[in-house]
């Protein structure tokens, strides 16, 4: 059985013990609430300091919560409001479109599948809650690089692999398949990333009118696509679920 790191879980001790006590706590105080030395529990707010989780006020040298617990935090909340609020949207688009949806976030240069509903059928699926996702050559990928400034930022600095013979990898190539996907309000993956895959998504906003996510229908390229272009119906279902769940985050009628 593996054991715990004892010094992560002293950290996980001082954040919670700010995060419950006081406003801002002395170092003697944290020191003898959580049974350390001194030493020991300096060294651990220097690192937590140096991380952005705590913060030392300068004229009573107390600690306290840092800023980045609260983006890390804020982060959180919105993946998972973004979850709730898309449960009911994307169960209507995969039973309407008979194929699999897929909702995803931008995470450490890839697309994050934090939801997925199953085909609509008998056949043998995995999920893939959990799964990454490629920026430059998904469906999902480029909605968040056409409309995330951040995502258009990472995906122009990673590289960008060649799945297949499809694969759109050259930098102005690339930027002109986003252009065309802000242009027409979504983007399309033809046998892009998977041989015989196809998959179309639109982008997901906030109140703020941000990109929080993009939502997407993927399945075999003769279902989804007639003559080698995607259904139109398809790609009004897609449109239509993630301006419904945009209004649902609050961002009103796009």
């Known amino acids: 059985m593996a054991r715990n790191i004892q010094s992560l879980e002293r950290a996980a001790a001082m954040l919670r013990l700010l995060a419950g006590g006081e406003r801002r706590l002395g170092l003697s105080d944290i020191a003898s609430s959580l049974g350390l030395a001194k030493g020991t529990a300096h060294g651990i707010l220097r690192t937590l300091q140096q991380e952005g989780f705590v913060e030392q006020d300068a004229a009573s040298g107390r600690y306290q919560l840092g800023a980045e617990l609260l983006r890390l935090g804020t982060t959180y909340l ?6 709730a609020r898309a449960l009911v949207w994307t169960d209507d688009l995969a039973r309407s479109s008979g194929e699999s949806v897929y909702l995803g976030v931008l995470h450490q240069q890839g697309v994050l599948i934090v939801h997925h509903v199953f085909r609509p059928d008998d056949s043998r699926q995995v999920l893939e809650v959990g799964a990454m996702q490629p920026l430059h050559s998904t469906a999902l990928g480029k909605v968040l690089s056409a409309y995330d400034p951040v995502a258009h930022s990472e995906v ?99």
């Open 78 to 83: 919105d993946v998972h409001e973004l979850r």
């Open 156 to 254: 122009l600095e990673a590289e960008r692999k060649e799945f297949t013979i499809r694969t759109i990898s050259a930098a102005d190539a690339f930027e002109t398949v986003l252009d065309l996907t802000r242009a027409r309000g979504y983007a399309a993956d033809v046998e892009e990333t998977w041989t015989g895959v196809a998959s179309v998504a639109a982008p997901i906003h906030n109140q703020r009118r941000m990109p929080v996510g993009a939502v997407g229908v993927t399945g075999a390229v003769e279902r989804v696509c007639t003559d080698g272009e995607l259904r139109p119906e398809l790609i009004a279902a897609v449109r239509d679920c993630a301006r419904a769940v945009s209004r649902d985050l609050g961002a009103g009628r796009f």
